[in-house]
DNA sequence: AACACGGCCAACCGCCTGAAT
DNA sequence: CATTCAGGCGGTTGGCCGTGT
């Protein structure tokens, strides 16, 4: 014998439910309590399913159910319990006093699903986006100006003497300013990113100068590697101390800047400075600018498996995802892709404020 | 004013689990 | 042990509403 439906389908009522219907269901759990929702409509006298009503009860009448918005320590919570938890939307809600499983599954897919991928965060993983870029985004993206095709993002030109200093900055900032060490989703993002950074940085100190340049795409001439300032010496990583940095890097010091800015700064920095590099890319010999770059013959030699360099196929720890990325080359991605994204918001926003000292 | 579009969210659907028989 | 079924869960849908054109 087959398994028989919950409830009989002929004759009950679907969709929203009524304040009258509301009221019998209200009326009748006061009265009677809940439990056994099979016979509980009959009993109610309503024309619903006991599926229907527990629904109902559970994520709308229920007394102690707490409405309005989530505050920012709800929203923090609930990525927090998601990270170790996954999409067990009952158990994060059993955290969540006064909050339905439904309604904090709503408030993920529509509000900090969106967040965190706008942040360069897999939701799923909570981890740095490992996928490659989204094409279509770099193709409509613009960043510079309408002229310019957008390869700000593309991997993997990312100047690696820029990745050590910005490495060194975040390090610095969060030695020297105890307020930058708060507990928000921004807080995690920076840490995020700095890992990421630091991890690269590692890959760096193991590879020599001639790797560099093989990670460049094979359609970039770069005939002249030493546009590229690239330094052996790693020791200002590891103690970074702001007094040293050129003077250029002085709005840099947290000491004298707020986090906000701090970050504006860092970002407008990033993207400027990547740049300029992406233009020594292209090529360093002539004049050309990212206006000139043949961007699609770029495009597909990145997604031409046979393009990438050598090490980086013969890596035999690396993970293929979709074919044809590496770890390294995804790492890269990632912080070319989130380079790519804080500039594009502090662009789109127009939140970038100078720090004058 | 009319229409299109997208975001939001209540409600539904189908599957799973575990207790009861 | 096998079957049944209530309750619970996560994924998905569809209607409402605000906003833009």
């Known amino acids: 014998m087959g398994r028989s439906p919950c409830c009989e389908k002929n004759g009950l009522k679907k969709g929203p439910w009524t304040a009258e219907e509301d009221q019998k269901l209200v009326e009748y759990i006061q009265k009677n309590g809940y439990g056994n929702w099979r016979t509980l409509p009959k009993n109610a006298g309503l024309q619903r399913c006991g599926k229907s009503c527990r629904l109902r009860w559970t994520n709308y009448l229920r007394p102690d159910i707490k409405r309005g918005r989530?505050?920012?320590?709800?929203?923090?919570?609930?990525?927090?319990?998601?990270?170790?938890?996954?999409?067990?939307?009952?158990?994060?809600?059993?955290?969540?006093?006064?909050?339905?499983?439904?309604?904090?599954?709503?408030?993920?897919?529509?509000?900090?699903?969106?967040?965190?991928?706008?942040?360069?965060?897999?939701?799923?993983?909570?981890?740095?986006?490992?996928?490659?870029?989204?094409?279509?985004?770099?193709?409509?993206?613009?960043?510079?100006?309408?002229?310019?095709?957008?390869?700000?993002?593309?991997?993997?030109?990312?100047?690696?003497?820029?990745?050590?200093?910005?490495?060194?900055?975040?390090?610095?900032?969060?030695?020297?300013?105890?307020?930058?060490?708060?507990?928000?989703?921004?807080?995690?993002?920076?840490?995020?990113?700095?890992?990421?950074?630091?991890?690269?940085?590692?890959?760096?100190?193991?590879?020599?100068?001639?790797?560099?340049?093989?990670?460049?795409?094979?359609?970039?001439?770069?005939?002249?590697?030493?546009?590229?300032?690239?330094?052996?010496?790693?020791?200002?990583?590891?103690?970074?101390?702001?007094?040293?940095?050129?003077?250029?890097?002085?709005?840099?010091?947290?000491?004298?800047?707020?986090?906000?800015?701090?970050?504006?700064?860092?970002?407008?920095?990033?993207a400027n400075e990547n740049y300029v590099y992406q233009q020594h890319i292209i090529d360093p010999q002539s004049n050309l600018t990212s206006s000139d770059f043949d961007f699609n013959s770029h495009l597909s030699n990145l997604s031409t498996p046979s393009s990438s360099p050598a090490h980086l196929n013969s890596n035999s720890n690396s993970t293929n995802i979709n074919g044809s990325s590496t770890e390294d080359e995804r790492e890269i991605s990632y912080c070319s892709n989130l380079f790519k994204h804080e500039y594009q918001e502090i662009m789109d926003s127009n939140a970038f404020i100078s720090c004058n000292f």
């Open 70 to 270: 989530f505050s920012f320590e709800e929203e923090e919570t609930i990525i927090q319990l998601h990270s170790v938890l996954g999409n067990k939307w009952s158990a994060i809600a059993a955290r969540l006093p006064g909050r339905t499983d439904n309604e904090i599954k709503n408030y993920w897919n529509t509000h900090i699903r969106k967040k965190l991928l706008r942040m360069g965060i897999d939701p799923v993983t909570h981890s740095p986006r490992l996928d490659l870029l989204d094409i279509s985004s770099i193709l409509s993206s613009s960043i510079y100006s309408p002229s310019h095709t957008n390869m700000f993002g593309l991997q993997p030109v990312v100047n690696p003497e820029l990745l050590r200093l910005a490495a060194s900055l975040l390090s610095s900032q969060r030695n020297q300013n105890p307020n930058f060490v708060h507990q928000n989703v921004q807080e995690n993002h920076f840490r995020n990113s700095h890992q990421v950074l630091e991890n690269h940085i590692v890959q760096l100190q193991n590879q020599d100068h001639q790797t560099l340049i093989q990670e460049t795409p094979s359609c970039a001439p770069l005939s002249n590697p030493t546009c590229v300032p690239y330094s052996s010496d790693n020791s200002q990583l590891m103690e970074p101390n702001v007094d040293q940095l050129p003077s250029s890097f002085s709005h840099f010091n947290p000491q004298n800047c707020q986090l906000n800015d701090w970050q504006n700064n860092l970002d407008n920095f990033i």
